[in-house]
């Protein structure tokens, strides 16, 4: 006699498979089943009127919104700061100001993309790229001794930017933080008991 697998009754509402999907591929979608005039159109009604602020507002929304994983995060911000680096290099003359200074949007770009699992690495890998890419910029002699001389001496008097660029991505995890435990509570406080 075939006896037939029954699957156990789940109680509670059906998810869809949307919300399994990262945030990017949630929008996506509907961006593609918009009609080519409603796209073609939507920067020029986005750029005409209304204020400054929302038309920034609008900008930053348009950019893209990767979410990375720890890891991730450290290798971007590590790569970018030897890539800032190589270049301040090339083009400056290894002005570690402009390093510095090219430090703090990284920091906060680490700490925007980040995923909302892994939000707690971005402050730790923010320190380490910025010392991976003062490789590039950092003075040197002839030898492994004076090269790490040279990196040493620029963590020393670079130690502000260091300070400042963590200081960033550390405040826009908490605040990435705490709108993500308010969004989950507000979604517990709607979920029927």
Aim: charged content about 15%.
């Amino acid at each position: 006699m075939e006896q037939h697998r029954t699957r156990p009754a789940q109680h509670g509402p059906r998810q869809s498979s949307r919300a399994t999907l990262p945030p990017q591929a949630r929008g996506g979608a509907a961006a593609l089943r918009r009609p080519v005039a409603a796209r073609a159109n939507a920067p020029k009604a986005a750029g005409a009127g209304g204020s400054a602020v929302a038309r920034a507002v609008r900008a930053v929304r348009g950019m893209p919104n990767p979410r990375l994983t720890g890891l991730g995060g450290g290798l971007f911000c590590g790569a970018v700061m030897t890539l800032l680096g190589g270049v301040d290099a090339l083009l400056f003359g290894s002005s570690l100001t402009l390093y510095g200074v090219l430090f703090l949007p990284v920091c906060l770009l680490t700490a925007c993309w980040v995923r909302g699992n892994d939000l707690l690495t971005a402050p730790v890998v923010v320190p380490i790229a910025f010392a991976v890419g003062l490789v590039t910029v950092a003075e040197s002699g002839d030898g492994l001794g004076s090269r790490l001389m040279g990196i040493v001496t620029a963590l020393a008097t670079e130690a502000g930017w260091l300070y400042g660029g963590t200081l960033v991505a550390g405040a826009t995890v908490i605040v990435r933080r705490i709108r993500l435990v308010r969004r989950r509570a507000a979604a517990r406080r709607r979920a029927p008991a």
